[in-house]
């Protein structure tokens, strides 16, 4: 199998997989497999990863890895629970590591990055950090928690590098004697500003806390997180509008002062049944979340849309990062229906007709996230009762339809609000 950077045996048998992958990659950003394991992954920036950078600049760049976003479909296709995921990734990271540009279009300096990932089953979830070569993970049971763009494992880890703390106190990284050892602070690049993810990753946690102390963790309220502007708080929200942004938000908009890193290109809800009784789907959405409508996607259907799949003029290929050709809008690509849908909400360069736009796409999109929702119980409970009969491929032929169904409608409300707007 032939990656980005590196060349790799495929192991005999691999597993289904459905994710969200830009055009150019093979990788994907977040994704799910038929033993429900759910992977999602975050560029994080430390100290080895800049002390690459630094060696490639002097003309000795060390040997490029995998790709954050290829070891998010590695671990889907090679484990059937979470902790096997991170065996999975941080196996072959300790063997191939992970330094190489990941931007489309970018070399080194403006594409290399390192990774976290927020790895989950339906039994318990995972944070798995990493630096370079080495890495941290700690387990989540109880509770819930999140990852932005920065470590966050500090005293304490379930498993890690077996040279962890060895390695930093030797590269002057932590001081020798020095307890506890704080993985974070040791590890991270004080030399790039956190700004990019310490308000979002916060506020994160504050919204997931308040779900878990109210007891209304569900798909919904999620959705409500993914959409978050900062609103009612002390900051507010955005001071003009979402789209002409005063801080890096978790639903990300592009600032005319280039200081977020674009528009959010895409987000989801993954939702994991207990059992094989149930139907592991994620609901998702190109895009900001904001203006997106989450639509359920079966691993168990096989399939997606083919216009779900479709880029722009680029075309769907697998090509390294550096050389990929820009992508443009193109008919028949769902994710340009949402970004021409974006820019039509926006009305001018500032955003100065958004708000306004959103209260009306807003309006209509919630009815039809509510009604898939709905309509998503009685759908699977037919594609339920084929399995029972054995008979997977009218199940699979169930779910796989609705998906359709549910993708054609919002592309028909997507023309209606565009010759309204």
């Known amino acids: 199998m032939q990656l980005a950077n590196c060349t790799l045996s495929q192991p005999a048998d691999t597993y289904a997989t459905l994710g969200s992958a830009p055009y150019w990659c093979w990788g994907y950003e977040l994704g799910i497999n038929e033993h429900r394991v759910v992977i999602g992954n975050e560029a994080v920036f430390t100290k080895p990863w800049k002390a690459a950078l630094d060696a490639a600049d002097r003309g000795d760049p060390p040997e490029k890895g995998i790709l954050g976003m290829e070891y998010v479909r590695l671990g889907l296709e090679r484990a059937m629970t979470a902790e096997g995921a991170v065996d999975v990734i941080s196996n072959l ?58 470590l966050s494992i500090r005293h ?90 005063d801080f890096l938000t978790i639903c990300m908009h592009a600032s005319p002062a280039e200081f977020t890193w674009g528009d959010s290109v895409t987000s989801a809800v993954f939702e994991l049944p207990p059992n094989d009784d149930g139907f592991a789907k994620l ?54 229906e949402f970004k021409r849908l974006l820019m039509a909400m926006k009305g001018d360069e500032y955003g100065r007709d958004f708000e306004a736009n959103r209260e009306i796409v807003r309006s209509r999109f919630d ?29 699979s032929e169930v779910l796989a339809s609705f998906t359709e169904a549910c993708v054609s409608e919002v592309r028909d409300e997507i023309e209606q609000l565009l010759q309204m707007l």
């Open 156 to 245: 304490s880890w379930t498993k890690g590098s077996d040279d962890l703390i060895a390695n930093a106190i030797s590269q002057d990284w932590w001081p020798d004697g020095r307890e506890p050892f704080d993985f974070a602070d040791a590890y991270t690049d004080h030399e790039t500003a956190l700004q990019v993810s310490r308000i979002r990753y916060k506020r994160s946690q504050q919204l997931l806390d308040t779900l878990t102390d109210d007891g209304e963790f569900n798909i919904e309220s999620m959705q409500r997180i993914l959409r978050d502007h900062y609103e009612e708080t002390f900051l507010d929200g955005p001071k003009f509008n979402a789209t002409l942004p």
């Open 367 to 395: 009815e039809l996230e509510s009604k898939f929702r709905h309509r998503a119980i009685e759908r699977e409970e037919k594609a339920r009762e084929f399995y029972n009969n054995g008979q997977r491929d009218a199940g």
């Open 93 to 150: 990271l300790e063997e191939y590591g992970q330094f190489g540009s990941a931007v489309a279009g970018e070399g080194l300096a403006d594409g290399a990055y390192d990774n976290s990932y927020l790895i989950a089953d339906p039994n318990e979830a995972w944070i798995l950090e990493t630096a370079g070569k080495r890495w941290a993970a700690k387990r989540i049971s109880t509770g819930a928690d999140s990852i932005s763009n920065e």
């Open 283 to 336: 609901w998702w959405t190109p895009g900001p979340p904001c203006i997106g409508v989450y639509v359920p996607f079966y691993v168990k259907s096989g399939t997606v849309p083919s216009v779900v799949s479709n880029a722009g003029t680029a075309t769907r290929q697998v090509v390294h990062p550096t050389t990929v050709s820009e992508d443009a809008a193109k008919e028949g690509s769902y994710w340009w």
